[in-house]
């Protein structure tokens, strides 16, 4: 079984300060891990992910995530927020079942960024 | 032009009706599924294809059908709909190496509404 936390239902930034978007997972196996990113009525789009290379992903927008296995993490970082970032964000852990890898998302966190 | 189209996009219906959403990829993917998106819930896995004439059942199935008969087709539909089936679904598809490091492609959404 596989599952997925994310710790916060919101979070609120200023424009210019980093960004942290925690995630936690649990699967029996070695996942693959993704965050993805929802603007308001649009579909959802890939930001990053992990598939068993390099522990410190880094995706589009400046966005980056580091996969810690020993915590079971996968948090989702920016140094330095935009307005455009403001969007509801979802972390994704992916892991076999019957020969296919079926993906669990988490609740969403939605990101505000004040200017 | 290249891509996954959702259609209807918006559509009100009435409980006991039968209502399809219909889905199309262009990428020729093998792998196709049914979000549904509540508040609160994040995406919850309705059904899901691997390829034509296979399908799966997801966390969510109860209540809906569907068919993969041409790659590019998976439609979505609720026999009898329920008040309950009030969400904005979601069609997505995944390139036929499978999902190991492989990247979810999102269409727009369909909002239901059953009054």
């Known amino acids: 079984a596989q599952s997925v936390t994310q710790l916060d239902s919101h979070v609120s930034v200023s424009e210019g300060t980093p960004v942290l978007l925690r995630c936690n997972y649990s699967s029996s196996y070695s996942p693959s891990l993704f965050w993805y990113v929802q603007h308001p009525n649009k579909g959802l789009q890939l930001l990053l992910k992990?598939?068993?290379?390099?522990?410190l992903v880094k995706g589009i927008n400046g966005f980056e995530a580091e996969f810690k296995k020993s915590e079971t993490s996968f948090h989702l970082t920016k140094p330095s927020a935009h307005m455009s970032d403001a969007a509801e964000y979802f972390c994704?852990?992916?892991?076999?079942?019957?020969?296919?890898?079926?993906?669990?998302f988490g609740r969403g966190t939605s990101l505000i960024v004040h200017p | 032009d290249a891509g996954i189209t959702q259609s209807p996009r918006y559509k009100i219906t009435e409980t006991g009706r039968q209502v399809t959403l219909m889905c199309h990829q262009t990428?020729?993917?093998?792998?196709m599924f049914w979000y549904r998106q509540d508040l609160g819930h994040g995406l919850r896995l309705i059904y899901y294809s691997a390829a034509a004439d296979i399908t799966d059942k997801g966390e969510v199935p109860d209540g809906y059908v569907v068919s993969r008969s041409k790659t590019e087709n998976f439609p979505l539909t609720l026999e009898s709909a329920t008040r309950s089936q009030t969400s904005v679904y979601f069609c997505?598809?995944?390139?036929?190496?499978?999902?190991?490091?492989?990247?979810?492609?999102f269409g727009e959404g369909s909002r239901l509404t059953v009054l």
């Open positions: 994704v852990v992916s892991t076999p079942s019957g020969g296919s890898y079926i993906p669990t």
């Open positions: 990428w020729s993917h093998s792998y």
């Open positions: 997505a598809s995944s390139p036929g190496q499978g999902l190991v490091g492989g990247e979810l492609f």
């Open positions: 992990y598939t068993s290379a390099a522990t």
